[in-house]
């Protein structure tokens, strides 16, 4: 740590690691900065004041100017959240085919004259197991991500931005099968699932970035 | 080993004190962080370096005790300069006397001792007639 932005440097990493918020870490590093650099025209460098432990010394100044910390977390959001949409939407297609499927054939019988178009029927079949896996995810969080900071809004995000991601992955997907002429060849159906999971990821931290934004930014729905 | 327990010992003193010291030195000229770094070691603590001032002035400004303002230097870009508010001269005023209180019985509690103990060293010293039965 030989000058001043090498300590400013140590100092954001430190706080970075924190969680300590954007805004957060430009204000306490401004301020450092310019004591640093007002010790230096008296000839004392940034080592010299603030000694070997630099981290050290950036915690505890996090510490004393009580700055918001929301640690990001990304990674435990994601698994718990794509857990909750795996057990999620198992839960609804079980659901779907074996009750309200057969509930459904019991109920109405349609005539032969009607006939239902495909894409609706397919779209109302995957889009109840889509919304059964959005609030798997958004439950799974909400319930076991509780004690961190910003779950709340972070759920909230994720309740509207895995749908969107859903109606973008979905034409992706099915647009990649119809190239490959509906192929079921290991690669073919990885690469879709590939397709539908990065959605899903891109939707979880896009949800975790947009709540741990400032203060008066919440998500509220 | 002495020397350790007396630097411990005077550490833990100091951690109840510190920021009612820095209000009292920033109460007689306001200063930027390392000058008032300097002050203290000028009153005569020596062990209190910048990574304890710094952010105990930061707590300072956060409760409004102290605010900063900019002012020109002789030599570079303008400095940060920080100054006790009138919540911070209020609070050190009311530190002031709950430290001089503190400080009186203190003294009473170890003047006590003296007392007792020098009586005491005293009594052991005059010889006694009484036989043991």
């Known amino acids: ?221 | 080993m002495v020397v350790a327990e007396d630097g411990d010992r005077q550490t833990q003193l100091l951690r109840g004190a510190l920021d009612m010291c820095l209000l009292a030195l920033l109460a007689k000229e306001p200063a930027h962080g390392y000058d008032l770094v300097r002050r203290v070691e000028a009153a005569g603590f020596e062990a209190v370096g910048y990574g304890t001032v710094y952010p105990l002035l930061t707590r300072m400004r956060r409760l409004g005790l102290v605010a900063d303002e900019l002012q020109p230097s002789p030599s570079g870009p303008p400095r940060k300069v920080y100054a006790l508010t009138d919540a911070g001269t209020a609070r050190l005023d009311a530190w002031r006397r709950q430290w001089r209180r503190f400080v009186e019985i203190v003294d009473a509690t170890l003047t006590d001792q003296d007392t007792s103990r020098a009586s005491g060293d005293a009594g052991a010293d005059t010889p006694t007639d009484t036989p043991r039965s």
Request: aromatic share 6%; with cysteine; glycine share 8%.
């Open chain 1, 1 to 221: 740590m030989d000058t001043i932005d090498d300590a400013i440097a140590t100092a954001d990493r430190t706080w970075r690691a924190q969680g300590v918020s954007g805004a957060d870490r430009a204000s306490l590093a401004a301020d450092l900065r310019a004591d640093l650099a007002a010790a230096a025209e008296d000839g004392i460098g940034p080592a010299e004041l603030l000694g070997p432990d630099v981290p050290g010394f950036a915690r505890r100044l996090a510490d004393e100017a009580g700055v918001r910390r929301a640690p990001r977390e990304y990674l435990r959001f994601l698994r718990t959240s794509i857990a909750g949409s795996l057990l999620g939407g198992a839960a609804g297609f079980a659901l779907i085919t074996m009750v309200v499927h057969p509930l459904l054939v019991a109920l109405f019988d349609l005539p032969r004259s009607v006939k239902v178009p495909i894409l609706l029927a397919a779209g109302v079949f995957y889009g109840a197991a889509v919304a059964f896996a959005v609030a798997g995810s958004v439950a799974a969080v909400r319930i076991r991500l509780r004690h961190l900071p910003y779950t709340r809004n972070t759920a909230n995000a994720m309740a509207v931005l895995i749908p969107a991601a859903a109606l973008v992955a979905a034409p992706l997907a099915v647009g990649f099968a119809r190239l490959t002429g509906y192929s079921t060849s290991p690669w073919v159906v990885l690469t879709e699932c590939a397709l539908v999971v990065a959605a899903h990821i891109g939707a979880v931290l896009l949800a975790r970035r947009w709540a741990l934004r400032e203060p008066g930014t919440s998500f509220a729905i």
